[in-house]
């Protein structure tokens, strides 16, 4: 062959990348290996866990269903909505079949639900206009914030699934998707059906919903999953589930009752407040909460903002006001923070991680070691690191929560008061009666309480 008839490489052109390397550039691939990197971590936490608290009585209910005995006739040892109950007995029976262990499997569910979180965030971003990176950064925020691996893959707590199906409520409804409200309506009530917390979302989606009789229909089918799911329960036992149920009002395991109560550890070496001091917190904050909450509804229901802002302020109001607070609950309102783009998210976090480390070390350090802990009972030296971050974590929450009052009167006042609700109007022009108000609302019954217990702490 002569020189002039070999092929010559080409001129002005740069020569391609491997295949490999060109897949690895694309932002789905790059988003799916964070997936797998946050599946990866979240096994590996788990698998290192050990069955306790939570995970042990999802194991014992498992157990109980599978022998045909009705949980809630047993006091104090079921306290969700039905559906999760089949949950537990299904993934005891697979756990049996498959040989692993109960605990993994039975985590493997709110992780899956995490994953499909972060998935469904960077969609939804996306749509919104946001770059494939700056939205899948966003989505990592959640994928790998230590308050939902602690919470999930450490803890075993599943209020993941509840959240990602309340996140799927909310892309059904904005924007305003037309027939597609039914199905936002039920995958709000499908939440519910699993924990009740999401009720708290209903009132702010159902306004979202349309006029007025779209939002009847809204409130009727969120309503049909849980009534489908307590129908077999309408029995004879009743009043037991439903005392179950509804009758559950939390313990102050976190929140301000919390810092009280480590201060008290630290002081007196008893890990309960004095008295009833305790359980008339609980109380008189949930009806605190309650008042403030409706308050909260009444001044920005129709008002800018986008629906996830005002699912973070319910839940901070939440977090700030109620005192019966589980080590859960600090997860609720990661996934709607994260769709927001709220940067409060990474100081409260830092605050809510400190405040689950040291709650775990005192009182489940399994929870937190799995099979690395040594430690049986109540570990009081860890007291300190409880209250400091318990009070990091309340007031993380509580300077969020007062930012986001003061930015919503503030785009109130912007916009105009408008029409509706001519008796609150005059309270848009200023934020400090707005957050007065809700101060009032929601500390006021239980002041009392604290001023004695703070008396007693510093005699």
């Not at 966003?138 to 309340?166: C, E, K, M, R």
């Not at 924990?195 to 349309?210: E, H, I, N, Q, R």
């Not at 480390?357 to 030296?381: K, S």
Request: net charge positive.
């Amino acid at each position: 062959m002569s020189t002039s008839s070999r092929p010559k490489p080409a001129q002005g052109k740069p020569s391609a990348l491997p295949v490999c390397s060109r897949a690895l550039l694309r932002p789905r691939l790059g988003f799916g290996l964070a997936l797998l990197l946050g599946l990866g971590i979240r096994l590996g936490v788990a698998a290192i866990g050990v069955e306790v608290a939570d995970v042990q009585r999802m194991h014992e209910v498992a157990e109980a269903v599978l022998a045909g005995q009705n949980p809630y006739l047993r006091p104090d040892f079921y306290i969700y909505p039905p559906p999760w109950m089949f949950v537990e007995a299904g993934s005891l029976l697979l756990s049996r079949w498959m040989g692993v262990p109960f605990s993994l499997l039975i985590k493997s569910w709110p992780t899956l639900a995490d994953l499909g979180i972060a998935a469904l965030v960077r969609t939804l971003l996306m749509r919104r206009g946001l770059g494939s990176a700056r939205a899948t950064a966003w989505a990592l925020a959640y994928l790998l914030n230590p308050v939902s691996i602690t919470i999930t893959a450490a803890h075993g707590q599943f209020d993941a699934l509840p959240s990602l199906l309340s996140l799927l409520a909310l892309a059904w409804l904005t924007p305003p998707a037309g027939p597609r409200h039914w199905r936002s309506a039920l995958a709000l009530g499908a939440a519910i059906a699993l924990k009740p917390f999401p009720v708290l979302l209903v009132p702010w989606y159902a306004s979202t919903a349309g006029p007025g009789i779209r939002r009847l229909q809204y409130l009727l089918l969120a309503g049909l999953p849980v009534a489908v799911s307590l129908v077999p329960f309408l029995g004879p036992g009743r009043d037991a589930m439903l005392q179950s149920i509804l009758g559950y009002s939390g313990v102050y395991d976190l929140g301000y009752g919390a810092v009280l109560r480590a201060a008290w550890l630290v002081k007196t070496g008893s890990y309960w407040l004095p008295g009833t001091v305790g359980q008339d917190l609980v109380q008189m904050t949930k009806l605190a909460f309650g008042a403030s909450y409706l308050l909260l509804f009444l001044l920005f229901a129709r008002r800018p903002g986008t629906l996830e802002q005002r699912a973070v302020s319910t839940y901070l109001l939440f977090l700030t006001v109620f005192t019966g607070l589980s080590a859960q609950y600090l997860s609720w309102l990661l996934p709607f923070a994260v769709l927001a783009r709220d940067r409060w998210i990474f100081p409260y976090s830092l605050g809510a991680t400190a405040a689950l480390i040291g709650f775990y070390l005192v009182f489940w350090p399994a929870i937190l070691l799995g099979r690395w802990n040594h430690f049986d009972g109540i570990q009081r030296q860890f007291g300190a690191l409880y209250l400091g971050g318990t009070t990091l974590a309340w007031l993380a929450a509580a300077i969020w929560l007062y930012g986001m009052v003061i930015s919503l009167t503030r785009a109130v006042t912007q916009a105009g008061s408008g029409p509706g609700m001519p008796a609150l109007a005059l309270v848009y022009h200023s934020r400090g009666a707005v957050v007065l108000g809700l101060a009032i609302l929601g500390a006021g019954p239980a002041v009392p309480l604290i001023i004695a217990m703070v008396r007693a702490l510093v005699q």
